[in-house]
């Protein structure tokens, strides 16, 4: 599967709790992390997802929001992976921020520069990826 996506993560469905147009999808990542997926009930049949089928959790890096100092702050968005900051690849306007969570996963945000800044983003320095659950498209083999 070739896709433009930079964050592709294969895991496990956890968990599905449907709902009368959406449902709610857990997947499990290796090396512990979950991500919550919104798809709707079409694509629940669609894909035949169920508990334990093995599956693709696609995120662009654009969609990625990164915060630090967040340990007291709950927020909406259903995903947030703490971790630290493996690289960041400086852009003309834009930066490419790689997070490595806890269980090794890596995570591709795409932030400004002014961001990078600001949070003072660097190689070691704790942080948490923030994705929205609608941001997350959810793939099969084939």
Known sequence: MKVSARNVFKGTVKNLRDGAVNA??????PGGA???AIVTE???KSLGLAQGKEVYALVKAPWVMLMTEGSDIRLSARNCLPGKVKSVADGAVNAEVVLTLDGGTEVV???TRDAVNELGLAPGVSATAVI???????GVPA
């Open 24 to 29: 709610e999808v857990v997947v499990a990542l």
């Open 34 to 36: 979950e991500l919550v």
């Open 42 to 44: 079409g694509s629940v």
């Open 109 to 111: 945000a795409v932030v």
């Open 132 to 138: 929205k659950a609608s941001h997350v498209i959810l």
